[in-house]
């Protein structure tokens, strides 16, 4: 029984360098992805008002005027006018779009604190074993580590979660508005 508990501690052990390497790696990837996120922020902003304005005016627009710079994914949509099937297809390949953007970001939602609960635990084990063989230095250290992989895994899920809430948002108006300005052309044509 003290071989399996053994070798059950050594194999956490050898899981500790690649959950801090992980988790080190998925906070400049938040980083990257924050980034992103402010600067599509930014595009939005700066369209969103001349957009918004037009979109008010197309509800009873007959035929309907050029419109005016438009979030992404409402540009992609009305980027050759397709239509009927064409448009359907286009719709379908905007939401997957949207998916495959959102999918990522619930990557660092899940993993994120998969992997500080890893790192939290991980080092415990040996911490606990410094603490009764009264090596305070060793429980500090592990400590410490078990404490910064928390902190870096809710710092990924939270960002995460913050840019996928306020995505899932945009993304939702955006095929809205894609569907009503697409299928309005498809009725009329």
Known sequence: MELLVDLLARLADLLLLPTMLLLVLGFFWTLALLGGH????????AVLAGY??????QVAAAPRTEAPPAPELVGLALADRPRGADAVKRLADLEIVARRALGRLMIGIRV????????????????????????????????????????LGLFISGCCFVMHSSRKLW???????????????????
């Open 38 to 45: 402010l600067a599509e922020w930014r595009r939005r902003r």
């Open 171 to 189: 993304y939702a108006q955006d095929l809205a508005d894609a569907e009503f300005l697409l299928g309005a052309e498809r009725n009329e044509g």
């Open 52 to 57: 918004r304005s037009w979109l008010r005016t």
């Open 112 to 151: 994120g604190p998969v992997l500080g609960l890893a790192g939290t635990l991980i080092p415990l084990g040996p911490a606990l074993v410094a603490l009764s063989a009264g090596d305070t230095e060793t429980l500090a250290r592990k400590l410490v580590v078990a404490f910064s992989t928390s902190v």
